[in-house]
Every structure is written in C-alpha cells, then in structure tokens.
C-alpha cells in the first residue's frame, strides 16, 4: 500500500537547524494526519508533531516554539522544521502517516525506517 522514506537527519551542534521531510509513496491513497516521532535510545518512541490533511497542527511542549511540522498534499509530503536543537533532541526520528486505500478507501497506518538526528558539539 504505502511507504514512507525520511531523509534529511544529520549531525548538528546545539542550536542548529536540521528539516526532515518524509515522502509516501503507493497507489490509489489518501493521507491523512502525518506526525513525527523521535525515539532515543532506551525511551519509548513518542509525538512531537502532527498535521491533518486540513493543515492542522499539534506539537508537543518540548518542541513548541523551536519545531515546526507542515506538509505538501500534492507531494504527499511531510517536514518537520527543527531549530534551536538541544543534545536532548537527539533520537531517531520516525515519520508516520494514517492513510485510506482502495476503491473502498480503507484504513491503515505506516511507519518509515527512521532518520538519525544526533545534536552534539
């Protein structure tokens, strides 16, 4: 059905900038919300940002003010825009994304692979 390919994760110094971006790829598909998903090592993998296909947006207090999450519907794409990174930001970061498929327009989810963000000077 669906894939999810991240990219643009990296080494930065605290108080840098990064912009990930996830793209999903398959046929006959709707997107729905699209969120990120950092995980770091020994913790559990949690929400920091989520936008619906209407543009809505949600993000998580640690982020709020330094993230931002948006999307492009006709690429099916989804960026997060991260500034003023802390060593604490450091983790894998998971894209995910509810979508329908079909004719009949079911619904399911997906996660990518995952991108390294690692904030360190």
């Known amino acids: 059905q669906v894939q999810l390919v991240e990219s643009g994760g990296g080494l930065v110094q605290p108080g840098g900038s990064l912009r990930l971006s996830c793209a999903a790829t398959g046929s006959i598909f709707v997107i729905d919300a699209m969120g990120w998903y950092p995980q770091a090592p020994g913790k559990e993998r949690e929400l920091v940002a989520v936008i619906t296909s209407g543009g809505s947006t949600n993000y998580a207090d640690s982020v709020k003010g330094r993230f931002t999450i948006s999307r492009d519907n006709a690429k099916n794409t989804v960026y997060l825009q991260m500034s003023s990174l802390k060593p604490e930001d450091t983790a894998v970061y998971y894209c995910?994304?509810?979508?329908?498929?079909?004719?009949?327009?079911?619904?399911?989810?997906?996660w990518g692979l995952g991108t390294q963000v690692t904030v360190s000077s």
């Open positions: 995910h994304a509810d979508y329908r498929y079909g004719l009949a327009l079911r619904r399911d989810d997906c």
